[in-house]
């Protein structure tokens, strides 16, 4: 049974740039949510989607932008990269919301982002 | 909005020793409380959740009880082991709707890492 994958694993850019980083959803899975976490935080909620829109956005900027594709497998992008978006970025997967709210989230290891 | 406090780490314990990690939290609705746990080098998974007032969650010989009246979630086991080193999130998720449709967002505490000692 695959759980949740993502790549790449570790990642490098200069401010300015852009980046897409990618989540396959474990297996059964249709909703994708992703979060950030800074060094000794916790995950912060950037967004969320199922059935390919954006249900809920949490507080970041609109240079986070995501997307799902049919087969439910998501990208999160980051525009003009800043220093302070260097963190670990958890993708999450879940069963459809309409099975409620109480579906635990399960999470892949994640994307270590440095920006320099 | 939503929010969770936990008890600020590290919390270093000696093998067999009792645990208790606090946790509070704010929210609007009625929501759904769970602990995650993240190993050295390894992703967070879950550790386990309560669904509604007075339910407890229990699993690997960690429990913890949803408190209404205290808005708390407190995990606690009997007798740690080495092996239960890791860092231990407190989270509360809440379901609304949205424009399109429904949503589900997790909220989560800032983490207390537990190091136990032989």
């Known amino acids: 049974d695959a759980g949740v994958t993502q790549s790449p694993t570790h990642l490098i850019k200069t401010r300015g740039q852009q980046v897409t980083l990618r989540c396959s959803p474990k297996?059964?899975?249709?909703?994708v949510s992703w979060y950030q976490q800074a060094l000794g935080q916790g995950p912060q909620f950037i967004f969320q989607y199922y059935e390919e829109e954006e249900r809920q956005r949490g507080n970041f900027p609109d240079r986070f932008s995501g997307h799902q594709f049919p087969n439910y497998s998501s990208e999160l992008n980051v525009n003009a990269l800043l220093l302070g978006d260097s963190a670990l970025y958890l993708c999450?997967?879940?069963?459809?919301?309409?099975?409620?709210?109480?579906?635990?989230?399960?999470f892949g290891n994640g994307t270590r982002l440095t920006v320099t | 909005g939503d929010s969770v406090t936990q008890m600020e780490g590290p919390v270093t314990l000696s093998e067999e020793a009792f645990l208790t990690i606090n946790c509070t939290y704010t929210a609007t609705g009625y929501p759904s409380l769970f602990w995650y746990v993240q190993y050295p080098g390894e992703g967070l998974q879950l550790l386990l959740k309560a669904t509604k007032a007075d339910d407890k969650g229990s699993n690997k010989g960690f429990e913890a009880t949803y408190r209404k009246e205290t808005t708390s979630f407190h995990l606690e086991k009997g007798s740690v082991q080495v092996s239960d080193s890791a860092v231990y999130f407190c989270?509360?998720?809440?379901?609304?709707?949205?424009?399109?449709?429904?949503?589900?967002?997790?909220?989560f505490g800032t983490g207390t890492k537990l190091q136990v000692i032989p």
């Open positions: 989270a509360l998720s809440d379901q609304g709707f949205a424009g399109t449709g429904g949503y589900q967002k997790v909220t």
């Open positions: 999450a997967s879940s069963l459809e919301l309409g099975l409620g709210y109480n579906s635990p989230l399960h």
């Open positions: 297996s059964g899975h249709d909703t």
